[in-house]
């Protein structure tokens, strides 16, 4: 026997023996590990950029203009770059703060020698290309994908369906509601193989027979129907 049949009956005897689980589609598609890149990524965002939130441009005949014009030829050049920093600084302590919310700055206009506009202070806001909720769309729908295999509705978790408005069925929490009993309903074939373990001990110990494993569920009720909300069964 060649190794591709060898190969091919160890594949088919881990199949039988250690099936491959639904909700393992989330390793194998690729939706885990989206889910889990966007925070390390967010993280690392906000590490390394540049956090700028305007550009002042200052033109010099702002300080010719203010200055006078033979005395600013006069100053040095360490001068006038002092006298540059000054009124960034004051700019800067003008426009930053949360005192500074809401302020206006007022910038003279000049004319060239041709009679043309020049702004003797600009300031430009950037546009920041990544906004605060970027991705996150895609990990909301990465963590649906995830519970979709599990045969969890999204809603159960606070979390709403990809494209969807996320809202409940009336605004008064039908979604969870039925989604719950949906849940429960698929529960009973889960609940006997696992009860299976149980009675293996139960009869290896020589316990009483009719001793059996049950599971207690909640079944949600409106409260007009029950005034807690929910109803105790076992099955």
Known sequence: ?????????????????YPRIKWHSSFHNGWMDVVLSVPVFKKYMYENQLNVKFVVYIA????????????????????????RKNTVDAIDKHMSG?????????????RDQNGNL???????????????????????????????????????????IPGGSGGGLNGAGSDKREAYTILSTRMPIRRIRTLEIFERIRDWNNWDPTLYGNFPNINLTTLDKNPNGQQTIVN
Request: net charge negative; with cysteine.
């Open 1 to 17: 026997m060649n190794n591709f049949w060898v190969e091919m009956i160890f594949k088919i005897g881990a199949e039988k023996n």
């Open 60 to 83: 010099d005949d702002f300080f010719v203009h203010k200055y006078g014009v033979e005395e600013w030829r006069e100053f040095s050049a360490s001068e006038k770059e002092q006298y």
């Open 98 to 110: 949360n005192e500074s919310a809401g302020r206006s700055l007022i910038s003279p206009f000049f």
């Open 118 to 160: 020049i702004k003797g202070i600009e300031v430009v806001p950037i546009d920041d290309k990544i906004k605060d909720g970027s991705f996150l769309p895609d990990a909301t729908a990465g963590n649906s994908e995830i519970l979709f295999p599990m045969g969890v509705d999204p809603c159960l978790l606070g979390a709403g």
